[in-house]
């Protein structure tokens, strides 16, 4: 009997096979492989760290999140957190959750994740109600993934495994619904949706999703900074996160290198089809340190609001996983201070900054409050995708209780 492809082994082909397409893709993103593997070996990383790997896309509708939810659970990735990042300084007119595994042994074999965000039509700061009405009509006129392609996923995760024949072809159709599209862009369409937001006219802007970045963990992202630099490849302004400070790393901390610019076509008023560019996609990369118990996180955001954070956080937070243990910060395997539980989940802020430092224009927002006539909170997406929506810190509590 032919021995099935497990929920873990998909997954890890999924993120293998991305990883191969997004290097075609955008070269720059192999460069950034090979110094982080390279930073890695030096400081004796394990195949678990190298291996690792977070994307992100973006999608425009109810519909299309319900869409990803069910693909990637065929993957064994759920959704885990609640992200606004239109309470981000500056605001983008998304709100977003993350793909994952849970379990603590499905992490350990392969932890990929993807950050995926959905375009907040509803807030009419960001768009006006005739602006909203057009911008849903062409979101349910496209199909970002085959209906087989969906039912497929659902019949694997139903499974929880695949045949092998079967999973290759599955695997290569779910990464193909990610590649960037060649199909001429509306010009005037997206030049519209660009005056309200660079994200809006990412998403729904263009027929198809793909992915924005694929970012790989590094264990010093300080070092990468420096070497990436050094390489010619020209970096964002700052790391995103906490402050750099040695032991312990909290939460996570991330940069990128500048979007590049890529050939794309686009489809003038008079209907020609020209040759341009877009700068939306970029490499980022990033360091995870322990995850922080609700005490320890109402502490890092307190040292983030500082304006300071790096003069004052031995304020806020002691040096060594012993005293952080002791305080309840953070989470740590059966209590132990030696065994820090990886923080797997994401910050709106670095996300907001990652995103801000990779586009040229900021969101335009409406004076006004947002139609709350349709208020996203974490129940209503759990609603619209048809998937329970995660609590990070039930989760961590749970892996460190083993």
Known sequence: MTRAVETWQLRAKFAAALSRMYGAEVPAYTTLLDVSAEVNRELGGSQRVTAERHGAIRVGSPRELADVADLFAAFGM????????????????????????????????NPFRVFTSMLATADTRFFSPAL??????????RRLFSPALITEARRIAEAGGAEPDRADTFVAEAVAA???????????????????????????????????????????IDALYRRMAARGITMTDAIQGPPRWGVPDVLLRQTSFRALAEPRRFLDSDGSVVDGT??????EVESRGVALTPKGRRRFDAAMATADPARVWGDY???SHEHMAS???????????SKPVVYEDFLPASAAGIFRS???TDAQIADGEEDRDWDYTAGWMAGQIGHHIHDPYELYEKVASH
Do not use: C, K, M
């Open 132 to 141: 909203r009405r057009r911008v849903e009509r062409f979101l349910a006129e």
């Open 178 to 220: 990610f590649a960037l599209s060649r199909a001429p862009i509306d010009r005037g369409w997206y030049d519209e949706l660009t005056a309200v937001s660079a994200v809006a006219a990412d998403i729904a802007g263009v027929t198809t999703t793909h992915i924005n970045h694929l970012t790989p963990r590094v264990l010093d």
């Open 358 to 360: 990779n586009l040229d």
């Open 278 to 283: 877009l700068r939306v996609r970029f490499g």
């Open 78 to 109: 759920y959704p885990v957190g609640f992200y606004d990042l239109r309470e981000a300084t500056p605001p983008v007119p998304v709100v977003s959750t993350a793909f994952r595994p849970i379990d603590a042994d499905q992490l350990e074999h």
């Open 327 to 337: 305080a309840g910060l953070a989470y740590y395997h059966g209590g132990d201070p």
């Open 317 to 319: 937070f002691p040096a």
